[in-house]
């Protein structure tokens, strides 16, 4: 219930702050929220799992950030960003599905 409040009031303060996002990070946005999302299913199938662990959950969303972000930084280095970009929205939307399959089985019994 705490982390449902917290959403709300996190978007209610977005809303009303509307935050602007440095036009150096704009290419980097779009990977974070989908490596986020990756770790939110990740943490929603281990919950209904039972073995969910809050310190799992904590370092593994800080982590796919994190790292989704650097590949990206990377190949823009290197010249090939957008590649990687793709690669990475490739590999974490496998797992995305993958999770999201599991939670369907997981309250559906299907």
């Given at each position: 219930m705490l982390a449902i409040l917290g959403l709300v009031a996190g978007v209610v303060i977005g809303l009303l702050v509307q935050p602007s996002l440095p036009t150096y990070l704009e290419p980097y946005l779009p990977i974070a929220i989908v490596a986020a999302l990756d770790a939110i299913l990740g943490a929603t199938r281990a919950y209904l799992?039972?073995?969910f662990s809050d310190r799992v959950f904590a370092v593994s969303f800080l982590s796919n950030v994190l790292i989704a972000g650097?590949?990206?930084f990377v190949g823009d280095q290197i010249g090939v960003g957008a590649q990687l970009s793709t690669g990475v929205v490739v590999v974490l939307g496998i797992r995305?599905?993958?999770?999201?399959?599991?939670i369907r089985r997981?309250?559906?019994h299907a």
């Open positions: 799992d039972g073995i650097l590949i990206v995305i599905f993958n999770n999201a399959a599991a997981a309250l559906l």
